[in-house]
T-cell receptor
Framework: NAGVTQTPKFQVLKTGQSMTLQCAQD?????MSWYRQDPGMGLRLIHY???????DQGEVPNGYNVSRSTTEDFPLRLLSAAPSQTSVYFC?????????FGSGTRLTVV | KNEVEQSPQNLTAQEGEFITINCSYS?????LHWLQQHPGGGIVSLFM???GKKKHGRLIATINIQEKHSSLHITASHPRDSAVYIC????????FGTGTSLTVIP
């Protein structure tokens, strides 16, 4: 029972490059979300999904895309990386019983 | 906008001390969560509360819905409790506090 798996754990990108952060869960949870965590700002919601085929924007969606073709996977795409997107990214599921977070991806954009 | 406020932001305690971290919120909620994040580590869910009190080992979480306030208590603190503790609320939307950084000194 892996819970929520995020890959990669670390990534360095050059400005303008694109990449996809992967998130997979094996708990059959409907709600999945992506957050970024920056010093002094807490977790901020980027995008979320309440089920396969349904996604919506959170607090800071600009520069990111998501899709939810299956219940298990919820990838986050950076379209054209910018230094302002340097952050730690967390994927999480949520049910009425609480949150389950992935281990995070530390992204640096140079 | 600060829908969730935590205090203190930073806390240093001697091993064995009783610790309290506070969380106040300004929105209607269906549940409040306490999360723990160790340095460089992932985020673990400690408690989810909608009323009353919950206890797990040395950790106790309480919530007062009328006052929109929750507390996380740690009894007999230990250096391994050193972490950032995050309060989050869920309702129509999801809001997170900025966290309380706890250091427990041996």
């Amino acid at each position: 029972n892996a819970g929520v798996t995020q890959t990669p754990k670390f990534q360095v990108l050059k400005t303008g490059q694109s990449m996809t952060l992967q998130c997979a869960q094996d708990m059959n949870h409907e709600y999945m979300s992506w957050y970024r965590q920056d010093p002094g700002m807490g977790l901020r919601l980027i995008h979320y999904s309440v089920g396969a085929g349904i996604t919506d924007q959170g607090e800071v969606p600009n520069g990111y895309n998501v899709s939810r073709s299956t219940t298990e996977d919820f990838p986050l795409r950076l379209l054209s990386a910018a230094p302002s997107q340097t952050s730690v990214y967390f994927c999480a599921t949520w049910t009425i019983y609480g949150y389950t977070f992935g281990s995070g991806t530390r992204l640096t954009v140079v | 906008k600060n829908e969730v406020e935590q205090s203190p932001q930073n806390l240093t305690a001697q091993e064995g001390e009783f610790i309290t971290i506070n969380c106040s919120y300004s929105v209607g909620i269906s549940a409040l969560h306490w999360l723990q994040q160790h340095p460089g580590g992932g985020i673990v869910s400690l408690f989810m509360l909608s009323s009353g009190k919950k206890k797990h080992g040395r950790l106790i979480a309480t919530i007062n819905i009328q006052e929109k306030h929750s507390s996380l208590h740690i009894t007999a603190s230990h250096p391994r409790d050193s972490a950032v503790y995050i309060c989050a609320v869920t309702g129509n939307q999801f809001y997170f506090g900025t966290g309380t950084s706890l250091t427990v000194i041996p």
